[in-house]
Every structure is written in C-alpha cells, then in structure tokens.
C-alpha cells in the first residue's frame, strides 16, 4: 500500500504561481511512476502530467505543456506540480497518484491521494 497526501492548493489569481506537494509513504516510493491529475465537478478526471520513477522522463497533457513542471524528490518521497501562468480553465480538485507503468490514464494508477483545490481567479 502507498498513502498519498496532497497539498498546496489554494486560491490564486489568472497569472500566478502555486506549487503542489505529493507526500508518499508506505510502500517503496521511488519504484512508482507518479501522476498529477485534476478534475472538475461533474467532469471526468482528467491527465496533468506524469513522471518516470526516476524522474528522468515526463509526460505533459497538452493544456499545461510549457506551464508546469512535475518533479520528484524520492530521498523525500515527495512529488511536486510546480504551476506556473494559471488560468481560470486550471481550476478543478488536484490528485496525485502512484503508477507501476508510466501513462497519462487514470486505470493505469494503483493509488490515489485526497485531492487538494485549486481555484484561479480572473
């Protein structure tokens, strides 16, 4: 079992910067690929990004390429969503997820955290 906890969410304005955390524990971290997903209410959830359990390759869904960067520090089982130019379309619930492939669809995770808000102003 992995247990993820996400965190940084919060409420900024159309423009600005949030950076999301994914802490992991239980289970071996660093041998999951991990992912960022997002989904708004009443909506599918949706591919953010992901990352090898190295974290020598990711993985971006169209919408946020150039504007978030998915990291990993596996010395502190974390993952980060480093958000940057947000708009009011980034506005959903944010989860991050553990994977033993490497893929951008939601029946590929194994784990799952809380989810954390996010909400962009215009």
């Known amino acids: 079992q992995v247990q993820l906890v996400e965190s940084g969410g919060g409420l900024v304005q159309a423009g600005g910067s949030l950076r999301l955390s994914c802490a992991a524990s239980?289970?071996?971290?660093?041998?999951?690929?991990m992912g960022w997903f997002r989904q708004i209410s009443g909506k599918e959830r949706e591919f953010v990004a992901a990352?090898?359990?190295?974290?020598?390759?990711?993985y971006y869904a169209d919408s946020v390429k150039g504007r978030f960067t998915i990291s990993r520090d596996n010395a502190k089982n974390t993952v980060y969503l480093q958000m940057t130019s947000l708009k009011p379309e980034d506005t959903a619930v944010y989860y991050c997820?553990?994977?033993?492939?490497?893929?951008?669809?939601?029946?590929?995770?194994?784990?799952w955290g809380q989810g954390t808000q996010v909400t962009v102003s215009s």
């Open positions: 990352i090898t359990w190295s974290g020598g390759r990711t």
């Open positions: 997820a553990a994977d033993r492939g490497f893929g951008a669809s939601i029946y590929e995770y194994d784990y």
């Open positions: 239980g289970r071996t971290f660093s041998v999951y690929a």
